[in-house]
């Protein structure tokens, strides 16, 4: 396989629109005068713990395309380029553009959540150990 069909096979572009109904994105690839592909499905995890992750317009992503063109292929997903991504190598999780997130802290064990709107648990809620209230407490409507 020459360097030039490895080109067309693995491309780096921009997301250029988002459809997540579809599950699927566009991109442009700027080294190639703007070309616009056709819409991608987008690689999430599957199984028993799915996602519905979807690149946002604007962020850079790689896909893989047939050696014919960009226009049956896939995105593999987004080319990670913050110079200071969330967390630590130790944290694994979801960190949101309101400072919301839930992450998993390997070296201090704990699960850690934080909502800007709140948090709503719908369903019985069984608590196995101690629970530290820094706050109030409601119940029906009343301040307990």
Do not use: H
């Not at 292929?73 to 200071?84: K, L």
Request: hydrophobic share 35%; proline share 6%.
């Amino acid at each position: 396989m020459s360097t030039n069909q490895f080109r067309n096979i693995f491309r780096v572009g921009v997301c250029s629109t988002a459809d997540p109904e579809t599950g699927t994105i566009t991109a442009v690839f700027e080294d190639q005068e703007d070309r616009v592909s056709g819409p991608l499905p987008v690689i999430t995890r599957g199984g028993w713990a799915r996602s519905n992750d979807m690149p946002e317009p604007g962020q850079e992503i790689a896909c893989l395309f047939l050696a014919n063109g960009i226009s049956d292929g896939i995105c593999i997903g987004v080319v990670d380029d913050e110079e200071d991504p969330p967390g630590t190598p130790d944290q694994r999780g979801v960190w949101f553009e309101d400072g919301s997130y839930v992450y998993y802290d390997r070296t201090t064990q704990k699960l850690m959540v934080q909502a800007a709107g709140g948090v709503q648990f719908e369903g019985d809620v069984t608590i196995t150990g101690n629970l530290t209230v820094d706050g109030n407490i409601t119940r029906g409507g009343e301040v307990i």
